[in-house]
């Protein structure tokens, strides 16, 4: 004899599954804005939550609020794309310093790197644009951050790759570098470090733009005089934020350095 889930049963089910699928598509609009990335959780993680949660509310009286959440986020990523109103207040976390100030040396500051032991594309602008000021400033004293990362049971390291990139482009350089460090305070603790042991009094500090601003106060705040050049963007123009993938990118970037200032004057880092 078949057997026949009963209709009220049935409907229930449904409605988790509605509430499931309502609840990861508002996420995946949440996650094109950088909802990962002003999180630092990974988006498999939110996507399993998601689903969990929708499926959860679906059949409580707070389903409505998983409509008014979609709603709420369809209506934010058409504003960031087709409006000017994201501008103004990202580019306000931009900071650059006067671009011929002297210092004692170049810091950069990391990014992402490959399993190969490879800077990633962000960490290369960074690169290229500080070598780029050594030269055009004739300071000799670069220094970067070294990336490390356990593959397969061995640590793979940038410092390699950087020291590789360094010999090609950066003629006359002298590379220091520093390791252990994990986050943007790690690194600016380990480059004050590194200046006082050197003597150097003022350090002319290279991160991407809307990262300057984090960046250079945190070493600001080691003590250490600092000159904030910000690197070369080279996924969108600043002074041309017309498109919407730009205002994406832009908005995404904001978010993320918005939400890490706050945590870093939380932690008294700044």
């Not at 409605?15 to 950088?34: C, D, K, N, P, S």
């Not at 389903?63 to 979609?70: E, I, M, Q």
């Not at 369809?74 to 994201?86: G, N, Q, W």
């Not at 810091?107 to 070598?131: K, P, Q």
Request: glycine fraction near 8%; include cysteine; proline fraction near 4%.
């Amino acid at each position: 004899m078949q057997h026949v889930m009963p209709a009220g049963r049935l409907s229930g089910w449904l409605v988790r599954v509605g509430g499931a699928a309502l609840a990861f598509g508002t996420l995946e609009v949440a996650l094109t804005i950088g909802l990962s990335d002003v999180t630092s959780i990974g988006p498999t993680t939110l996507r399993l939550g998601a689903l969990v949660a929708g499926a959860l509310i679906a059949p409580t009286r707070f389903a409505r609020w998983l409509w008014f959440t979609a709603i709420a986020a369809m209506m934010a990523l058409l504003v960031i794309l087709y409006t000017p109103l994201v501008e103004r207040p990202a580019l306000s976390l931009l900071r650059a310093d006067a671009a011929g100030a002297p210092a004692d040396a170049i810091v950069v500051y990391s990014g992402a790197m490959t399993d190969a032991g490879e800077i990633g594309d962000i960490a290369l602008s960074r690169l290229v644009s500080a070598l780029e000021d050594a030269q055009r400033l004739s300071m000799r004293d670069v220094v970067v951050s070294v990336q490390s990362r356990v593959i397969e049971g061995r640590v793979v390291t940038t410092e390699q790759d950087q020291t590789r990139l360094v010999a090609l482009l950066g003629g006359g350089i002298t590379l220091h570098t520093v390791t252990n460090v994990r986050n943007t305070h790690d690194e600016s603790l380990a480059f004050a470090a590194l200046a006082r042991t050197r003597g150097w009094t003022r350090l002319r500090a290279t991160t991407d733009p809307l990262h300057a601003r984090r960046a250079c106060e945190t070493l600001e705040a080691t003590g250490v005089s600092v000159m904030c050049a910000p690197s070369t963007p080279r996924q969108v123009t600043f002074s041309r934020l017309g498109t919407p993938g730009a205002r994406l990118v832009v908005t995404r970037a904001a978010l993320h350095e918005a939400v890490g200032l706050l945590v870093y004057k939380l932690r008294g880092w700044l």
